[in-house]
């Protein structure tokens, strides 16, 4: 039972464009959300957040939307730099419970010279 | 050091073998989780620590797998008669006693490769 899915496992987009990562997720008692990045043979780093009071948070080139009413959230990355080039995970927690994170299983983003 | 310490980085082990995977912490943080990640998955949760108590160990796919923090901070991962799907990257992650603190910070992992 999968309770965060990302749907794309890749996404391919033209240097200097918007990458667009979705994201949905199936538990309503999650109140806290988080996109890691993931390069070959790290661990996953920690990008972005929100906190489910809010419907964005804008961090220089990243932005997360979050849509409660639909269970949706995105990161957007604009503009999309080759250094982008990762895995990134969307990942939720339910803070009333603990601190446990569950996580999709990631997209693969391809930045295009 | 400064981040998530993770050993062995690469572990081969026949089938049948114990495993012990440790994870070194950031110093000062009371959280500590174990995941795994399998080709192509995203990380699955395994099991949480506050401190040196086990929160959560609801992850744990059998019995076969064991993990303790005695002195609350550094932890292992033990798996007892390794199965060929046992075979796996295990990420450990530990967090700041601040509140929200769930900006957990990974290690490298270790990659098992039961044989």
């Known amino acids: 039972d999968q309770q965060v899915k990302q749907n794309s496992p890749s996404l391919s987009v033209q240097e200097g464009r918007i990458s667009i990562l979705n994201c949905d997720y199936t538990?309503?008692?999650?109140?806290?959300f988080l996109w890691y990045k993931k390069y070959p043979a790290e661990g996953p780093t920690f990008l972005i957040s929100?906190?489910?009071?809010?419907d964005k948070n804008e961090d220089g080139r990243f932005t997360v939307f979050l849509n409660k009413s639909a269970k949706h959230l995105s990161l957007h990355i604009v503009p999309s730099q080759p250094g982008d080039s990762a895995v990134y995970f969307c990942?939720?927690?339910?803070?009333?419970?603990?601190?446990?994170?569950?996580f999709g299983k990631g997209t693969r983003l391809h930045i295009l010279p | 050091g400064a981040g998530v310490s993770q050993s062995p980085r690469y572990k081969v082990a026949k089938r049948g073998q114990d495993v012990a995977l440790r994870c070194d912490p950031i110093?000062?943080?009371?959280?500590l989780f174990w995941y795994q990640q399998a080709l192509g998955q995203g990380p699955e949760f395994l099991t949480y620590?506050?401190?040196?108590?086990?929160?959560?160990k609801s992850g744990l796919p059998s019995d076969r797998f064991f993990a303790e923090r005695p002195e609350g901070s550094v932890s292992t991962l033990k798996i007892q008669r390794t199965q060929q799907e046992d075979s796996a990257v295990y990420l450990c992650?530990?967090?700041?006693?601040?509140?929200?603190?769930?900006?957990?910070?990974f290690g490298q992992g270790t990659r098992l490769t039961v044989v």
């Open positions: 992650a530990s967090s700041p006693p601040d509140s929200p603190n769930t900006e957990a910070f």
């Open positions: 538990n309503s008692m999650f109140d806290y």
């Open positions: 620590f506050q401190n040196e108590a086990q929160l959560d």
């Open positions: 929100i906190s489910s009071i809010k």
């Open positions: 990942a939720a927690s339910d803070l009333n419970r603990d601190d446990k994170i569950i």
């Open positions: 110093s000062g943080h009371v959280s």
